[in-house]
């Protein structure tokens, strides 16, 4: 196969061995009548059934089928991770391996992409879960997460989505952030659509989501939105951290100059209390220098990408 491949599809897999052969079948049509060339990635997370025996069948029966297998279970952003450092698409597209999302879907996030977008994320407005379980706390996530990020994305827990390959290579996740990668790519000022997709009853094997996961959001979601503050005004941040540092200092030059004479007649407490009140000075000093150069990083990485986007746009324009 061509190395410049229009679509990839990237599919996580865990121990979803009656669910591979139909999910292929229905990637197959739904794939063939776009005219477009691509390729389907199936990483296995290390399925302890017969999942893996059931790609390589594939792998073996279809060229368009490659497949990454991992040594131990490392999850689901993992797994999305190898599978776009793998993929050699122009579009990369995630879909789960359980049957839940419709292939049928994937034409829709192409055409919005093909409106301009640079990530399509996926809406399922209709959803075929326990409500208790899994509905209800996904609204409730969905509206925090919207919250806090600012970005109004209706469905972050849906993995169909659609990238162009610019964000691919621009986006490093890691513990379970995957959800997060509308709201980091419209941190980076990339265009963020959504498309309303089908959701079907699990068919085969059981669910791997639960109550459980609910810390490991937030804590995610405390971590994506400090990283994206952080990368747009690390000054203030490095200030926060500085301020219980002036106001320590402050407060033992005001307590050294209160009680005067009787701190001079006391050289050794004279003494604590100088290095103290340097020490912290120090120290405030300290993090509003780092503050000052990790702005200056900032802008200038600004400028640099700027000019990048001005040269892709004048290849763009002669292309």
């Known amino acids: 196969m061509s ?13 979803e061995e009656q669910n591979l052969p139909v999910l292929h079948t229905e990637l197959v049509a739904a794939l063939e009548p776009t ?27 279809d060229p368009h089928v490659r497949v990454v297998c991992f040594r131990a279970r490392a999850g689901q952003t993992a797994a999305l991770a190898a599978g776009f450092a793998q993929s050699r698409g122009r579009v990369v597209v995630t879909i789960d391996g359980d049957l839940q999302n ?18 399509v994320a996926g809406w399922r407005r209709e959803r075929h879960d326990g409500v208790l379980l899994r509905t209800l706390p996904s ?21 169909l989505k659609a990238f ?14 995957h959800r997060f990668l509308p709201a980091m790519s419209a941190g980076s000022g990339a265009r963020v659509g959504e498309v309303v997709v089908g959701h079907r009853p699990r ?8 109550l459980a996961r609910a810390w490991g959001v937030l804590a995610d979601l405390l971590t994506v939105k400090m990283i994206a503050s952080f990368s747009r005004s690390p000054l203030q941040y ?37 290095g103290a009140c340097a020490l912290c000075a120090s120290a405030w000093a300290y993090f ?16 640099h990408l700027a000019g990048r986007g001005r040269r892709i746009l004048a290849t763009s324009s002669h292309g």
């Open 3 to 15: 190395s410049s491949i229009d679509l990839s599809i990237v599919v996580p897999v865990f121990d």
């Open 35 to 61: 005219g477009r060339t691509w390729e389907v990635l199936y990483v296995d997370d290390r399925s302890t059934d017969r999942s893996r025996a059931r790609l390589l069948e594939l792998w073996r029966g």
């Open 102 to 119: 419709d292939p049928g879907d994937i034409p829709a996030l192409l055409d919005r992409l093909d409106e301009g977008c640079d990530i």
């Open 139 to 159: 609204k409730l996530a969905n509206r925090l997460i919207a919250w806090v990020t600012g970005v109004a994305i209706h469905d972050t827990g849906c993995t």
């Open 164 to 177: 162009r390959r610019e964000l691919v290579e621009q986006l490093p996740i890691y513990a379970e952030q």
């Open 203 to 210: 068919r085969f094997g059981r669910s791997k989501y639960g």
């Open 238 to 274: 490095f200030l926060l951290l500085a301020a219980p540092f002036a106001a320590a200092a402050g407060g033992i030059a005001y307590a050294g100059w209160s009680r005067g004479a009787g701190v001079l007649e006391d050289g050794v407490a004279s003494g604590v209390m100088l």
């Open 288 to 303: 509003f220098l780092l503050g000052l150069l990790a702005e200056l990083v900032v802008k200038a990485s600004d400028v």
